[in-house]
Nanobody, 129 residues
Framework: QVQLVESGGGLVQPGGSLILSCAAA?????????IAWFRQAPGKEREAVSCISTDGANTFYADSVKGRFTISRNSAKNTVFLQMNSLEPEDTAVYYCAADSPPIVQGTCIMIGRYYDYWGQGTQVTVSS
C-alpha cells in the first residue's frame, strides 16, 4: 500500500518561512508520479497549491502562492519539498501531498485533486502572530 507522509508543518509568524516535506514509505518511488501539494482551511474547499512533473521539469503554482512558494524534488531522498516564504495568515491550512502515479499526462502535472491516486495524512500550517 502506498503511503505518503508529510512533515514540516507548524506555527509561524506572518512573513516567516517553512519547508514541508513529502516522503514515501512502503517502497513507493515518488519519481513514478506527478506530485502535488493541496491545502484545506477550516470551512473551505480543498485547493491545489503546487505540482511538479515526474522529471521535475515542469511546475505549477496557484496564483495565491506564486512567487512565494517553491516545489522541488530530491530523488536521492525520495522526497518532494514545498518551500514556503512570506507566509500570510491566509496560508493557514492542513497541507496534503498527493501522487498521480502513473501520471495522467506524461511530462506535466495537473492541479486537480481527482486525478491523484495517493494522499498523505496532512500537516498543519498555522500562520499567526
Amino acid at each position: 500500500q502506498v503511503q505518503l507522509v508529510e512533515s514540516g508543518g507548524g506555527l509561524v509568524q506572518p512573513g516567516g518561512s517553512l519547508i514541508l516535506s513529502c516522503a514515501a514509505a512502503s517502497g513507493f518511488t515518488l519519481e513514478s508520479g506527478a506530485i502535488a501539494w493541496f491545502r484545506q482551511a477550516p470551512g473551505k474547499e480543498r485547493e491545489a497549491v503546487s505540482c511538479i512533473s515526474t522529471d521535475g521539469a515542469n511546475t505549477f503554482y496557484a496564483d495565491s502562492v506564486k512567487g512565494r512558494f517553491t516545489i522541488s524534488r530530491n530523488s536521492a531522498k525520495n522526497t518532494v519539498f514545498l518551500q514556503m516564504n512570506s507566509l500570510e495568515p491566509e496560508d493557514t491550512a492542513v497541507y496534503y501531498c498527493a501522487a498521480d502515479s502513473p501520471p495522467i499526462v506524461q511530462g506535466t502535472c495537473i492541479m486537480i485533486g481527482r486525478y491523484y491516486d495517493y494522499w498523505g495524512q496532512g500537516t498543519q500550517v498555522t500562520v499567526s502572530s
